[in-house]
């Protein structure tokens, strides 16, 4: 099952280096722009005559995302853009313009081809909420101490979540929405089957398999930093089994760029390294993940990195995409 992981556009916060976390600060100029330009990326057909900068794939629609505003307003510009997009395709074809049968991914609300849920929202970090990266530390040396701490389980003061409370609620969510997109492809298999041999009996052929398009998660800087650390930890697992999934549009091998391997001094055993969380995850970047689901649904689920930070397709927004990116839960 394969995720696009989107972060949110800029808000004027991000530029002036404000930490947000739950902090519900709109998007700004900069960062509708750059919602344009990714909805221009992801929404145009990939065999139209404007050609695409990146090999990233249109995600399905509903587009899933946090409730907060800046990540509602960038998926709401990318449904709009996928949903326009469709209905043109239709016409040019003379399809049905009925929507197709979709999974129910199980999330909170639904508006326009958007779902949105808590579950993805920033890292709530309490006092720290409000206050410039800049001066916190000064302003608040104990919330800070508690959001720098190499101790995932350490929660930061004034109802802050610990980085293992973020891991929890995003990455259960992910895993349980992956399940339930592999049921539903199961299901639609089947379905094709039945379909193929009720029409001839004697036809031998194989249906054509469901395609995995990509369901889009539209997210904030600290939940996809945890997402990408979760891919992290499979990578040694996939390469003992041999995974070597089919990639598509030109990425054809196991991608470990973001995942460094290192020696243990004391048993000579070479294991994985939790990945260097990035000081910044530009606005508007996207990463695309892949989640294997086992059909023993007691298996654990392995997750890998198949693209991650691409905003190529942001070159020409103005703004400052590293230092506005917000470095830390912004």
């Known amino acids: 099952m394969d995720f696009l992981i989107v972060r949110h556009g800029q808000t004027s916060w991000n530029k002036d280096g404000i930490i947000q976390g739950q902090a519900d600060a709109p998007l700004d100029a900069v960062g509708l722009a750059q919602a344009a330009a990714l909805a221009n990326e992801l929404a145009a057909p990939a065999d139209s005559v404007r050609k695409r900068r990146t090999t990233l794939p249109t995600p399905q629609l509903p587009i899933v995302t946090s409730d907060l505003s800046r990540a509602l307003d960038t998926a709401s510009v990318l449904a709009d853009a996928i949903a326009q997009a469709q209905a043109v395709d239709r016409r040019a074809t003379g399809g049905n313009s009925g929507s197709p049968d979709k999974p129910n ?129 499979d990578v040694l697992a996939l390469q003992d089994i041999g995974e070597r999934t089919e990639r598509t549009d030109g990425v054809d091998e196991l991608a470990t760029s973001n995942s460094t391997l290192h020696e243990n001094e004391n048993d000579g055993n070479v294991k994985p390294r939790r990945v260097r969380r990035p000081g910044v995850v530009p606005n508007c970047s996207v990463g695309w993940i892949r989640v294997h689901v086992s059909n023993d649904t007691q298996e654990e689920q392995l997750w890998e990195t198949v693209v991650w930070g691409e905003n190529s397709f942001l070159t020409e927004i103005q703004g400052d995409a590293e230092d506005a990116a917000g470095a830390d839960y912004a």
């Open 105 to 233: 991914l199980g999330v909170s609300k639904l508006i326009a081809n958007v779902e949105t849920t808590e579950k993805l929202r920033e890292r709530h970090v309490g006092r720290l909420q409000g206050l410039r990266l800049s001066e916190a530390r000064a302003k608040d040396p104990k919330a800070w101490n508690a959001f720098r701490s190499k101790d995932d389980r350490v929660k930061i003061p004034n109802d802050g979540e610990s980085y293992d409370d973020v891991w929890d609620r995003a990455v259960g969510f992910v895993e349980e929405l992956a399940g339930k997109r592999a049921r539903h492809q199961t299901d639609s298999q089947k379905a094709l089957n039945s379909a193929a041999a009720a029409d001839n009996k004697n036809d031998t052929t194989d249906p054509k398999k469901p395609p995995n398009q990509p369901t889009a998660l539209v997210t904030h800087g600290g939940v996809a930093r945890v997402l990408l650390d979760r891919c992290d930890r």
